[in-house]
């Protein structure tokens, strides 16, 4: 027992303390060096077919971009090499821009249900659950949903129902970041501005959405970023189109649809430009990437 006039005694001396640390100290090295070269070894594994895919679509799709005209002009008939895609580029822009238009706003809203109004209840539950287990959804099956509510009832392809399928993949990403870009917000901003009289409507809309604008903007970057590059729901709702499109309830081409029907064309003209085409939409999603990495660093919290 310990008594007033004397110290506390431990189980442990300090020599002996010293002489285990020091006994220990080689072993947490060891496993220090063996986690850090397992870590490269993974890292590896993601970096090196990144740069292996890169350094080949840069290979054989470099050589037909250095026409201009590759960007203005429409495909050439099957055996001919002159021509272009950029047709292609514009339907690409409609779909992404009509899936954008459409998704942003339901997916903000959204996510701030289920961050400021929705906490606990049950509907928030089913929202949650619903987006999680659309992110795991098959790209075609966005694609078959978007054909039969949009495609079946106008009876066309068209741009307008490759923008659905294309928002209906975007939209669970927007609701996730969304809503965790809420959830960074300090409280503190909340109770300031209600302390001042705002409501709780002024207060989501005048100070927590201005305040997770860059987090917002990133998700919706990322978003574009992950369905631009899909080819399966546009097959069954843009579907393709060998000339200019005039509006967005027309057929329209994209950039991944023209990729697969090109290349798998038995001519080398076609397979020129659909890694022509690969390489424009890779440095598009590259810099869609950029783009959320640069506003992903300036958010405030």
């Known amino acids: 027992m310990n008594t007033p006039g004397n110290q506390p005694s431990f189980a442990y001396e300090g020599d002996d303390f010293d002489i285990s640390a020091k006994a220990m100290a080689p072993h947490r090295r060891i496993l220090e060096q063996v986690l850090t070269v397992l870590t490269m070894v993974f890292a590896a594994v993601v970096i090196v077919p990144l740069i292996w895919v890169l350094a080949s679509v840069f290979q054989k799709g470099v050589d037909s971009l250095i026409f201009p005209d590759i960007f203005t002009k429409l495909p050439p008939p099957p055996g001919l090499s002159e021509g272009g895609f950029g047709h ?5 822009l409609m779909t992404l821009g009509v899936g954008t238009i459409i998704s942003v706003p339901f997916g903000v809203i959204a996510a701030v249900y289920l961050a400021e109004f929705g906490r606990g209840t049950r509907l928030a539950y089913l929202v949650k659950f619903s987006c999680n287990v659309l992110t795991g959804v098959p790209a075609i099956l966005c694609g078959l949903f978007a054909y039969s509510i949009v495609v079946r009832p106008t009876g066309t392809f068209s741009a307008f129902s490759g923008g659905v399928a294309l928002a209906v993949l975007m939209l669970p990403i927007i609701i996730r970041s969304t809503e965790e870009a809420l959830l960074l917000v300090p409280n503190d901003l909340r ?73 798998i064309i038995p001519y080398k003209a076609s397979q020129s430009l659909a890694w022509a085409a690969a390489l424009v939409l890779l440095s598009i999603v590259l810099l869609f990437s950029i783009t959320a990495r640069y506003f992903s660093r300036q958010r405030k919290f």
């Open 88 to 92: 292609a580029i514009v339907g690409t």
């Open 191 to 263: 109770l300031a501005s209600t302390g001042i009289g705002a409501t709780r409507f002024e207060t989501v809309v005048q100070i927590v959405l201005p305040a997770a604008l860059t987090s917002i903007v990133t998700g919706v970057v990322l978003s574009v970023a992950r369905a631009s590059g899909e080819a399966a729901p546009l097959l069954f709702t843009a579907f393709n189109n060998n000339f200019w499109a005039g509006n967005v309830w027309e057929p329209v081409a994209t950039l991944p649809v023209l990729i697969y029907f090109f290349s």
